[in-house]
Nanobody, 122 residues
Framework: VQLQASGGGLVQAGGSLRLSCAAS????????MGWYRQAPGKERELVAS???????NYGDSVKGRFTISRDNAKNTVYLQMNSLKPEDTAVYYC?????????????????WGQGTLVTVSS
């Protein structure tokens, strides 16, 4: 299973970006999906998550500005980021809890994308 993230880049404060992350491979189903970020010198933190049923959860610093969504048919999760601030600058990582079935064995595995850099200039 691979997660391919895209959509990062350089944007001015107040601008918008949309991140995408597509999962591919031997996927039976995907449970939770989410976005995390890590700024230089800081720990990785949750940005937003979404369940297979569409329930969402956001980090306090992005509530009201970011929106997470997913397309289950495409195994893809999106992050719409509006009103970006310089403090949103970080590498953004997507995450997926993937149900894998091999014969009679079914198990859930945690996968991460490669990270995409978002830089917000002041």
């Amino acid at each position: 299973v691979q997660l391919q993230a895209s959509g990062g880049g350089l944007v001015q404060a107040g601008g918008s970006l949309r991140l995408s992350c597509a999962a591919s491979g031997s996927i039976f189903s995907i449970n939770g999906m989410g976005w995390y970020r890590q700024a230089p010198g800081k720990e990785r933190e949750l940005v937003a998550s979404i369940t297979s049923g569409g329930s969402t959860n956001y980090g306090d610093s992005v509530k009201g500005r970011f929106t997470i969504s997913r397309d289950n048919a495409k195994n893809t999760v999106y992050l719409q980021m509006n009103s970006l601030k310089p403090e949103d600058t970080a590498v953004y990582y997507c995450n997926a809890e993937v149900q894998v079935v091999a014969g009679t064995i079914s198990d859930e595995y945690d996968y991460w994308g490669q990270g995409t850099l978002v830089t917000v200039s002041s």
